[in-house]
């Protein structure tokens, strides 16, 4: 069945935390912003996908209703494959990695919702899940705090929560004391996300005086992202490194592999092309003895997708991230809460949720792009 339309928009809800929070990336980060992708066929049938957003949100929407929508009006929804093929190919001067391919995420993301419902089948058991899921274990991934009283106070708070792994956004060995300090009786396993923020000779530093903290993972370490050999020094010192938000599709997970970078991988489902690179991905490195624990600081269709993935992983439970922030209102709850640190699976056919229109009016900035077929 063709796709008849595409429609984007973006829906901006305020979060709060229980206290002050600190500036990430250097401004106070009060509102949490989903770019939502909304694909028609002409049987009538409605997916929804999102778009990587957060500091690119513009350009990914620019990208979205400029280029990439118009590209896939007309095409055959169930042919997935050759679409991200064609798509992929006919933007790949404007990059392999950035906002083109974030909204063609977007896209691809409510493709693989559309298969779903026209199969009548929840996403993981169209991903080649075997048994039934009913929830998944998440981790709690904190923001960045400027004071150690802020990393304790939720450090433990997401203990408190029943969360057993806890992801920090700090650049220093102290702050992973005092969040282990804090949940000292809960004892959860702690990583560390740094964002990219050192030099190789810096990472290789601060890991080995990280070596005999228990740390379960070490997050990209190094600038820049795609220095593979860089992050495999790294990793040589000892403590579990994690990357691949960034990469640019299977091959640069391929790189990273085969330099001994990562022991986890992490594919983000909207910035990496969508739900079928991200198998891909899977598959590759699963085969390598590598983890997988995908990216998914997301509150809309891209945390639901991930969360489909994870059901249907072949190897042991997979971990889902959960940002730590308390928005005031979600079209896609209750998925995206957490009960005792685990994320409920939804059992409908397709991505199994469909947002509250009501909460999308409410929170929609200005009136959504509508691209469509005409006649």
């Known amino acids: 069945m063709r796709i008849v339309a595409v429609e984007t928009s973006v829906i901006s809800v305020p979060f709060e935390m229980g206290g002050p929070h600190a500036a990430f990336a250097g401004r106070p980060w009060t509102r949490m912003e989903i770019l939502l992708v909304r694909v028609e066929t002409e049987d009538g049938l409605v997916g929804w996908g999102e778009a990587f957003g957060h500091a690119a949100i513009a350009a990914t929407k620019s990208a979205l209703d400029g280029v990439v929508a118009p590209l896939v009006l007309g095409r055959d929804s169930s042919d997935i494959a050759t679409l991200t093929r064609d798509v992929l190919h006919a933007v790949h001067l404007l990059g392999r990695n950035g906002p083109f391919v974030y909204a063609f995420s977007g896209i691809e993301i409510a493709l693989w919702d559309i298969r779903g419902k026209r199969a009548r089948q929840p996403l993981y058991r169209i991903l080649g899940g075997r048994q039934p899921c009913a929830d998944i274990a998440a981790y709690a991934s904190l923001l960045r705090y400027d004071d150690p009283v802020l990393i304790a106070r939720n450090a433990a708070a997401a203990a408190a929560k029943g969360y057993r792994y806890i992801k920090l956004h700090q650049v220093t060995r102290e702050a992973v004391l005092v969040a282990k300090a804090a949940c000292e009786a809960e004892r959860p396993q702690i990583m560390l996300d740094v964002n990219c923020a050192w030099t190789v000779s810096e990472a290789c530093r601060i890991a080995d005086t990280l070596r005999t903290d228990g740390l379960f993972w070490l997050e990209e370490p190094v600038w820049p992202p795609e220095d593979c050999e860089g992050l495999a020094q790294t990793r040589r010192r000892g403590v579990a490194t994690a990357a691949g938000e960034n990469a640019a599709g299977l091959h640069a997970f391929v790189s990273l592999v085969e330099a001994g970078a990562i022991d986890i991988a992490q594919p983000s489902v909207t910035k990496i092309g969508g739900i079928g690179e991200t198998l891909r991905v899977i598959e590759y490195c699963t085969g390598r003895g590598v983890r997988i624990a995908p990216h998914s600081p997301y509150f809309g269709p891209g945390f639901i997708a ?70």
């Open 306 to 375: 991930t969360l489909h993935i994870c059901a249907a992983l072949p190897v042991a439970e997979s971990l889902i991230e959960v940002l730590w922030v308390d928005m005031e209102a979600n079209p896609f709850d209750p998925w995206v809460r957490m009960t005792g640190g685990r994320a409920r699976v939804p059992q409908e056919p397709g991505l199994g949720c469909e947002p509250d229109p009501t909460v999308l009016k409410r929170y929609r900035q200005g009136e959504p792009t509508r691209h469509a077929l005409s006649g």
